[in-house]
């Protein structure tokens, strides 16, 4: 492999996190838009956004209560929380800014241009007033980068490096996103309560911005099998695990040294479309979404093991 395993590390890392700020500010959107059209005596808040993240004991050492104002400021602007937008977007500016010579220019200033622009209009994201249009600026600003990115760098070794990284945080946001919309989906819902299940299914798919491309390829109502079978097991849709996935597949083919995330990959796709996940109940979805996960990891560390 002619890249530098440091350079291929940076590289991956920029697809993680710049697709990483892109989810949290899709969910923090979603999650403000979500609480406004259920009934008030629906008690959903804020604290599944910071489970999403699996970060629930840190955040609680850092704030009292998981109201509106916490969770948002701990999600978007807390830079004591790696996983925060603005320190998802610092750490693929400080990325960047080491491989200048290898992205082009036009996508390094678009970075840098992302970050201040996020850090210094920060504090408008607490108001709901203006929390759309800051959420909305992150979420372009990235797909600006990754349209750059596609549209202007060479496509060798490197952009397979940041295309494995941005898929892998894909599926990783799509698994998690499910599990735990899935369990605080309203618990024993009353006859009066079952238009709001829709809702909550319907902000599932909205947090991927999957509700469109759902309802023109699957022609259905919002139900949870559907879903799960399109956000799981679809091949067409760029932000559906299985479509990850294969990005993923196609990547690694391209690579040397890669028999062993190859192999843990292959294993993967076939317990997925082995375990029919639309028709586990909640329990058999959660157990199984674990196992998604923790293959992830195991994907993520040879990677690492592989070529960094």
């Keep these: 492999m002619s890249m530098l395993s440091r350079v291929a590390s940076k590289i991956y890392w920029m697809g993680r996190y710049v697709e990483r700020a892109e989810n949290t500010a899709r969910l923090i959107n979603v999650n403000t838009h979500l609480l406004l059209d259920l009934p008030k005596r629906v008690l959903l808040g804020w604290e599944p956004i910071v489970d999403i993240t699996s970060s629930r004991d840190y955040f609680y050492s850092l704030y009292e209560e998981a109201d509106e104002r916490s969770v948002v400021r701990f999600m978007v602007t807390d830079t004591r929380n790696a996983g925060s937008i603005l320190s998802t977007l610092n750490m693929v500016r400080e990325g960047t800014r080491t491989i200048r010579d290898i992205i082009p220019r036009e996508a390094w200033e678009q970075t840098n241009e992302l970050y201040l622009k996020a850090k210094t209009n920060a504090q408008s994201v607490l108001t709901q007033r203006h929390r759309y249009d800051y959420l909305r600026t992150i979420i372009l600003g990235a797909q600006t980068i990754n349209g750059m990115l596609a549209g202007t760098m060479i496509h060798d070794e490197g952009y397979d490096f940041l295309r494995i990284g941005r898929n892998l945080e894909r599926a990783d946001m799509t698994t998690r996103i499910i599990d735990v919309r899935s369990a605080t989906l309203l618990p024993e ?47 067409t849709f760029p932000r559906a695990f299985n479509h990850a996935l294969r990005q993923v597949n196609g990547c ?28 586990l109940d909640q329990e058999g979805l959660h157990g199984f979404i674990d196992e998604l996960q923790l293959s992830l990891i195991k994907i993520n560390d040879s990677i690492h093991e592989s070529y960094f």
């Design 189 to 235: 819902m009353s006859e009066d309560l079952t238009p709001f299940e829709n809702l909550q299914w319907m902000s599932v798919l909205k947090s991927l911005t999957a509700y469109q491309m759902y309802r023109r390829k699957m022609r259905l109502r919002i139900r949870r099998p559907d879903v799960l079978k399109f956000l799981l097991l679809e091949e």
């Design 252 to 279: 690694l083919k391209n690579l040397p040294h890669n028999e062993k995330p190859f192999k843990l990959l292959t294993e993967l796709q076939k317990k997925l479309l082995l375990a029919k996940p639309h028709e």
